[in-house]
């Protein structure tokens, strides 16, 4: 039984690895005061359980600041599942965010898939670019967030997922709102702690 308790510690590290943070608080340099500012928020950030909106301009350090939320968090040891909107192409969004059942849909997987919802139960979903998510996703995404519930893609039965969301935009969320461009209700769900990254050139 030691043996085995050994190797299952032993493994579990090895997937921290791959699917943990890879960057800490550490990785943010610099010692002005809008640095300084930016790592105090993300210390109350990942003491809580809330959803966390980070808005900052490209290139600023939006992942860092995620990564180093999930690694100061009570969540750490797990899963930090990242998905960039931007990356996929919107048709298949949906099934990596839900996964699938076998048989779905025609080319789908024998067995179905996992989504990555799922696979960040317990753990930490960053999505990068939301501001670019589909207009179609963008209702099940506040579902998610308002029922705790998720089903796969062909599946008969919803079930309970227990998930710390993280989001990033380059684009002001609340700009897209009032040009109708971003659903209010998911805003209003997202921009629960607000974390806005100064730009570069104001923290040389």
Do not use: W
Not at 24 to 53: F, H, M
Not at 126 to 136: G, I, Q, R, S
């Amino acid at each position: 039984v030691n043996r085995m308790s050994s190797r299952l510690k032993y493994y579990k590290e090895e997937l921290r690895s791959v699917r943990g943070a890879k960057y800490t608080i550490d990785n943010i340099i610099g010692e002005s005061r809008p640095t300084l500012d930016l790592k105090e928020k993300i210390y109350l950030a990942a003491r809580t359980k809330s959803t966390v909106l980070i808005e900052g301009e490209t290139g600023t350090g939006k992942e860092l600041v995620a990564h180093s939320i999930h690694d100061l968090s009570e969540r750490n040891l797990e899963d930090f599942i990242k998905i960039n909107c931007a990356a996929i192409p919107k048709e298949l969004l949906e099934s990596e965010f839900f996964g699938y059942e076998e048989g779905a849909f025609t080319g789908a997987k024998k067995g179905g898939k996992i989504g990555k919802f799922e696979l960040a139960d317990k753990g930490t979903l960053f999505l990068d670019e939301v501001n670019l998510l589909d207009n179609t996703l963008q209702p099940k995404l506040l579902r998610v967030l308002q029922e705790k519930e998720i089903e796969r893609i062909g599946g008969k039965e919803s079930f309970h997922i227990d998930m710390r969301l993280i989001v990033a935009t380059n684009k002001s969320l609340e700009s897209l709102v009032k040009k109708k461009e971003f659903r209010q209700d998911l805003y209003y769900r997202l921009n629960v702690i607000p974390i806005h990254i100064p730009p570069l050139r104001n923290r040389i």
